[in-house]
C-alpha cells in the first residue's frame, strides 16, 4: 500500500551533476523523516542524507558541500542534488521515509524503502 517511486539515476562523467526524485504514495501519514541511502557492490548501506519536516538535514561527510537535499511535503516528494559527483559515488541509491501508517498519527513511525536506482560516475 506504500510506495516511494525514485527516478533520476544513470550514468553520468566525474564531474556531472544528478538529480534524483523520491516521491511517497499510499497508507503513509505524518512523514517525519525522508532521505537517501546507498550501497556499492560489497559494502554496507549508507546514510547519504536525510530532512526532516521542518527542513532541518543531516548530511554523510562524504557528500557535504556537493549534494543538497530537500523536500515539498504537500507532494511528500524528497529531491537530492548531486553535483561534481566521483567516481566513489557510484551505488544504488534507495529512498527511505519515515512516517505512520494510519491518519490519525497513532503508534509508532514506519520506515518504508523504495526500490533503488542505479547512479553510475565514470568516464
Known amino acids: 500500500q506504500v510506495q516511494l517511486v525514485e527516478s533520476g539515476g544513470g550514468l553520468v562523467q566525474p564531474g556531472g551533476s544528478l538529480r534524483l526524485s523520491c516521491a511517497a504514495s499510499?497508507?503513509?501519514?505524518?512523514?517525519?523523516?525522508m532521505g537517501w541511502y546507498r550501497q556499492a557492490p560489497g559494502k554496507q548501506r549508507d546514510l547519504v542524507a536525510e530532512i526532516t519536516r521542518d527542513g532541518m538535514s543531516n548530511y554523510a561527510d562524504s557528500v557535504k558541500g556537493r549534494f543538497t537535499l530537500s523536500r515539498d511535503n504537500a507532494k511528500n516528494t524528497v529531491y537530492l542534488q548531486m553535483n561534481s559527483l566521483k567516481p566513489e559515488d557510484t551505488a544504488v541509491y534507495y529512498c527511505?521515509?519515515?512516517?505512520?501508517?494510519?491518519?490519525?498519527?497513532?503508534?509508532?513511525?514506519?520506515?518504508?524503502w523504495g526500490q533503488g536506482t542505479q547512479v553510475t560516475v565514470s568516464s
Open positions: 499510499g497508507s503513509i501519514f505524518g512523514i517525519a523523516t
Open positions: 527511505n521515509a519515515e512516517g505512520y501508517g494510519n491518519r490519525w498519527h497513532v503508534g509508532g513511525l514506519n520506515h518504508y
